[in-house]
């Protein structure tokens, strides 16, 4: 056996072990977590930047004044004296800052100013960029606040805003992570609420959320285990050879597990099919319907992330002449509304596995991740049937 092969099998061997003690830990009821009990992990505005702002604001009801704010602006490298916090706004989250127009308006989801300073957060966790979000957010800081304001577009995994939020300006903002740098912040609150253990236990939690959707969660044993095996001198050069082949891997799996058995649902149901495997994604159609199709698609082709299902042009999924209004035929099955490129709405999958990368191997490989869009394919076709819709 070579030494790839036996790096795997002791691979695998270790993730085995891993699984009896997580599913130990599970019955025990150590992964308990009352924000997905009440159904809130998803919800970008309800929880997570109305949690945020709680603890970032020097008057929350945490009773640990400006401590968490002190910590959030060393994170930001900002002094400590950059606001004062007494004079610090009680107003932080969802301010309105007038009509949206081109250059100005809309909704900050979090700001933290005392009138002279200010930090201006937008934070990202499923929603797409709304365009010149970013270009509104600045100017507004920039008129607001002359003496210095901080712009932070915050992400799951800090990646740069759309150009369409930036359209095309050059203009000064930080990229913060929730995988990254809010774990390392919560961290800290949680040794800075040592004293107050209901404050303590309820950031514990959130952080053990934010690690759930950020795909981080990796049980910390298992992580150090692994990696020491991996760097050992008889490993290092088999997993460079693996860490070479990573991204024909990964496409070969989405491929076998995903592609493959969509393919074959379309044959099933007598339908015809269209793949871009480097452009966004897949879709069925049947014969009669001239122009649209049911999608498993995403705006971001490098990555496959946020990926949705919807009824689009099958020619086309993000064509450019607009479909009029009239034409716009709202499904019930699909959560989103209607608009130029998906005339009949669409819906991101489940939060879970709406992100195609190696955190989800799992529920690829299990069929999790297809059995999912297929369901949603069905209730679709069962929608049009049931309706007797005309497709175009």
Not at 19 to 46: A, S, W
Request: charged share 30%; hydrophobic share 35%; net charge negative.
């Amino acid at each position: 056996m070579g030494k790839i092969e036996l790096l795997l099998e002791k691979i695998a061997e270790l993730h085995s072990k891993a699984e009896v003690e997580r599913h130990i830990r599970e019955k025990q009821g150590e992964f308990f977590n009352v924000f997905n009990t009440i159904g809130l992990r998803t919800e970008e505005v309800r929880l997570h930047s109305a949690f945020i702002a709680e603890l970032l604001n020097p008057h929350g009801k945490h009773g640990l004044s400006h401590l968490f704010l002190e910590a959030f602006l060393r994170l930001l490298d900002l002094p400590f004296d950059y606001l004062i916090f007494s004079k610090v706004s009680k107003n932080n989250k969802e301010r309105y800052i007038g009509r949206v127009t081109e250059t100005e308006g809309g909704r900050i989801d979090i700001i933290i100013e005392d009138g002279n300073h200010a930090v201006i957060i937008e934070n990202k966790i499923f929603a797409e960029d709304q365009k010149n979000q970013m270009v509104r957010y600045y100017n507004y800081g920039k008129k607001k606040f002359p003496n210095g304001f901080n712009l932070i577009y915050m992400t799951l995994d800090g990646h740069e805003p759309d150009d369409s939020s930036l359209d095309n300006k050059k203009f000064t903002y930080d990229c913060l992570s929730y995988n990254s740098n809010i774990v390392e912040w919560l961290e800290e609150c949680i040794l800075i609420a040592d004293e107050k253990p209901l404050v303590k236990s309820v950031i514990i939690q959130y952080k053990e959320l934010v690690k759930q959707i950020t795909n981080t969660d990796m049980d910390t044993k298992y992580s150090e285990l692994l990696l020491d095996m991996m760097t050992k001198p008889q490993n290092a050069i088999a997993v460079g050879e693996i860490l070479s082949i990573q991204d024909d891997w990964f496409d070969n799996i989405i491929n076998k597990y995903i592609w493959e058995p969509l393919e074959q649902f379309a044959t099933d149901k007598n339908m015809k099919f269209g793949i871009e495997k480097e452009c966004g994604g897949l879709w069925i159609y049947k014969k009669e319907w001239k122009h649209y199709g049911l999608y498993v698609w995403t705006d971001r082709k490098n990555d496959w992330l946020n990926m949705y299902v919807g009824i689009s042009d099958f020619d086309n999924p993000k064509r450019t002449e607009k479909i009029l209004k009239k034409e716009y035929q709202k499904f019930e099955c699909l959560k989103e509304q209607p608009c130029d490129c998906w005339p009949y709405g669409w819906e991101y999958l489940r939060s879970d596995i709406k992100d195609w990368n190696c955190y989800i191997t799992k529920e690829i490989i299990s069929g999790t991740v297809v059995n999912y869009i297929k369901e949603k394919f069905e209730m679709i076709l069962q929608e049009i049937e049931g309706k007797n819709i005309k497709m175009p």
